[in-house]
């Protein structure tokens, strides 16, 4: 009965392990196929990456005005005590006056000092002098590298530099080896002594020291597993790594492995490999790490958060010191490298926790790829995205657009809305005139509250901002004509009708006060809407019309009267393209977001060149701006000077009817910006554009314009410029209590001293007349 027994209990284990041995088999050979194709194929999904503009450095700049040591941390630069050695440290002396900067490889500089250390001499904040620090080599310029400011991908972003086994020091591999898998080259992918050895290490320890998955199996399990905790899992992993063991040698395992392992979180960014890694604790390259670096860092592999030494500095160290007691037991460091290792303090680069995405500009930045690469190639193959944002006026305009908001509700408190999506709203995009490049971009309050950029989707009555190219055009259509307007041509500000298909529209000014005969500059000063109306009137719809396409305005616009004053709905950056002209001698450019486009290998895909058209003659476009320089000085923006912006500049103001639209839109030499003020229900703010947007503005350009040259606006050929007594438009003479510089057309300048304050001398021409008499009495 026994034997039977024992027969029978032989027979079923004899089954069972032909059974788990056919199966095994059966696995084993599609493993064979699935995974060493896989593995011999495998792809990492790079990001791609968007990328600021890099900061060109001369003498002569202010550092503090263009924040120039935040720029250092936001780049991850690390200061020193003693002289700079590598890359990515800097060295202040401010008692010799002199800054010693060692450059990164900064990718898409333009010159030649990348990665090279150079020195500063410096006066106060300015710079003196740039040399090259071995040579001693005058320099010109030198590039600040560009800075991240978001990456595109799906689901995690893995940061990852590729590297090879030569690429690493051999003490690093060995401690990985030493940490994680002590038999790695003993084993065929399982290490059964391991798993136990790993057990009774961790009961000794009370804590989690050594793992039972093999340097493979964990690379099995990152390559083509999920982190779900079962049998099923684990018994897939080790017949994985079997597979692997067999068909691969250990340098290609070890070699994936360095570079797929998970090290860490940089905000959105997850740390991959070990490059990263040493990059992101030591800012350092893995030749370059310390022997405790290196422990540190074999150490993290483990449990990257729970052992980080941001996190935990104590908990860290000990962790460190456990890697090279394991270094020393296996014979890779020496008793001395240990104790000189044990010694060494804790130090790891500076974190950096400020948010350098600008979502609605790295939205706009997408949208404008999505049109030329497709998605899982934005998301996969590491383009690099170079654009022209300045990262620090793009903090600069969240700031002001922040507390500029805050404030006109503190002062308001009508304004204020419990519902995050029914708070006041404001938008500010900012470009340099001559090149279209898009230096700064935000699109609302809160990009996490909602998405909608304000500066490219948001269609708002424009008010006052459109009268510009009303004045344009009427300087434009009289040039050649024997009653030119001018900016002296007085116009009369009062209401009047235009009739139109058989309608009949009324203009009405600001509060409803009217000043009578003004001239064209305190017509668009002050913003008088039936002054203004008057002169659109005169010269006809269709030229103002086409004016503004010319200029950049693509929105539709009917040909109604009330058009004139803005009625028309329009998107900040278009009137920001149509400012270009004017503050750019007539020449529009296109607003450029994306400068270039390198692939991984940083070979270049796509280069985009400054777009420019001439929309308008120089002579005309500074014309205007003259005037609108007299805005900031005497008329609706004068706020502005009173607020302590004083360079040369040039503006116009924007209200609607319905108070439900604020603007601001001007413009230095150097730099334009435009802000819009608004609720997105379209309630109105009963505020003008001067009392909500320009303060915004103002503070935004008070800042951003620090570090640039003082430059004022240069008249073009065929401009002259006189002074003028204001009330007769003529010649100014001692005797005229007030005088102005006035801008006009060469050969239309007054000739003749004004009658009004100087003796009359026969002959001499009288003031000119009204704008309008000559048409009005010929019917």
Request: net charge negative.
């Amino acid at each position: 009965m026994l034997r039977r027994l024992g027969f029978a209990v032989l027979l079923t284990v004899g089954f069972a392990a032909v059974v788990t041995g056919v199966i095994a088999v059966h696995y084993l050979r599609r493993w064979d196929t699935v995974v060493t194709e896989k593995f011999r194929t495998h792809h990492w999904d790079f990001p791609s990456k968007i990328y600021s503009d890099s900061q060109l450095i001369y003498p002569g700049m202010d550092l503090k005005a263009v924040a120039f040591f935040d720029r250092l941390r936001d780049l991850g630069y690390q200061p020193v005590q003693a002289a700079v050695s590598r890359k990515g440290e800097y060295q202040l002396d401010e008692h010799a006056g002199q800054l010693d900067l060692y450059l990164h490889d900064g990718p898409a500089t333009t010159t030649d000092e990348a990665g090279r250390p150079v020195r500063l001499s410096l006066a106060g904040d300015t710079v003196t002098r740039i040399e090259d620090l071995p040579t001693g080599k005058e320099l010109y310029t030198i590039d600040l590298e560009p800075e991240l400011i978001s990456g595109l991908y799906q689901g995690v972003w893995e940061e990852r530099h590729l590297v090879t086994l030569e690429d690493v020091p051999p003490l690093l591999l060995r401690a990985i080896i030493d940490v994680e898998d002590q038999h790695f080259y003993e084993h065929h992918g399982i290490d059964v002594t391991g798993v136990l050895r790993a057990l009774w290490i961790d009961l000794t320890h009370g804590e989690i020291v050594q793992g039972g998955s093999t340097l493979t199996q964990q690379l099995m399990k990152n390559f083509f597993l999920t982190d779900e905790r079962s049998m099923r899992r684990k018994v897939s992993e080790a017949g994985m790594a079997l597979v692997v063991e067999y068909r691969f040698s250990k340098q290609e395992i070890l070699e994936n492995y360095i570079n797929e392992i998970y090290l860490g979180q940089k905000g959105a960014q997850g740390i991959y490999g070990v490059w990263e890694a040493s990059r992101f604790y030591f800012a350092k390259e893995p030749k370059e790490m310390t022997v405790a670096e290196i422990a540190t860092l074999a150490a993290l592999i483990k449990a990257p958060n729970r052992y980080s030494p941001f996190r935990d500095p104590e908990r860290a160290l000990r962790r460190r010191n456990m890697a090279l007691t394991l270094m020393l037991k296996q014979g890779d460091i020496t008793p001395d490298e240990f104790a000189s290792a044990v010694a060494e303090p804790r130090r790891v680069s500076t974190v950096i926790n400020e948010a350098k995405d600008a979502p609605y500009f790295v939205d706009f930045v997408r949208q404008e790829l999505a049109q030329s690469y497709p998605s899982d190639v934005l998301n996969t193959e590491g383009l690099q995205i170079y654009t022209d944002l300045d990262m620090h006026l793009q903090r600069l305009a969240e700031q002001t657009i922040h507390t500029g908001l805050a404030e006109l509700e503190r002062r308001h408190p009508r304004l204020r809305a419990d519902k995050p999506t029914e708070q006041l709203q404001a938008c500010l995009i900012a470009i340099q005139p001559q090149t279209g490049a898009v230096r700064a971009m935000i699109g609302g309050r809160d990009y996490r509250v909602t998405q909608f950029n304000r500066c490219t989707q948001a269609l708002r009555q424009p008010g006052s901002v459109f009268k510009p190219f009303t004045y344009l055009a009427a300087f434009e259509q009289t040039r050649q004509t024997d009653h030119p307007v001018l900016p002296t041509t007085r116009i009369e500000d009062a209401p009047f009708d235009w009739t139109y298909d058989t309608q009949v529209w009324t203009p009405a000014n600001y509060k409803k006060e009217y000043m009578g005969m003004v001239t064209v500059r305190e017509a668009l000063e002050h913003s008088l809407n039936c002054a203004t109306a008057r002169l659109a009137h005169e010269i006809g719809l269709g030229p103002i019309i086409e004016m503004a396409r010319r200029m950049g305005i693509s929105s539709p616009l009917p040909p109604y009267p009330s058009v004139v004053l803005g009625a028309a709905e329009v998107t900040p950056y278009e009137v920001a393209e149509a400012f270009t002209a004017l503050a750019n001698n007539g020449v529009r450019t296109t607003p450029l977001s994306i400068k270039k486009v390198l692939n991984r290998g940083s070979q270049p895909i796509e280069r985009n060149p400054v777009q420019l058209e001439q929309a308008v003659a120089p002579e005309t476009a500074f014309m205007v701006t003259h005037l609108m320089e007299g805005v900031l000085d005497h008329g609706t923006g004068q706020g502005a000077r009173k607020s302590g912006f004083t360079r040369p500049a040039a503006g116009k103001t924007g209200t609607t009817n319905d108070y439900r639209d604020a603007w601001f839109a001007g413009f230095t030499p150097n730099l334009l910006t435009v802000v819009w003020v608004g609720f997105d229900q379209k309630r109105a703010i009963n505020l003008a554009g001067a009392e909500a947007a320009l303060p915004i503005w103002t503070a935004f350009m008070k800042e951003a314009t620090a570090g640039l040259p003082n430059a004022d606006f240069v008249p073009p050929p065929g401009i002259v410029l006189v002074r003028v007594d204001p009330l007769s438009g003529q010649l100014a003479t001692p005797a005229c209590p007030t005088m102005i510089e006035e801008a006009f057309f060469a050969g239309q300048e007054p000739t003749t001293p004004c009658p009004l304050h100087a003796p009359r001398v026969e002959g001499q021409s009288r003031s000119q007349p009204p704008f309008g008499t000559e048409a009005t009495a010929h019917g």
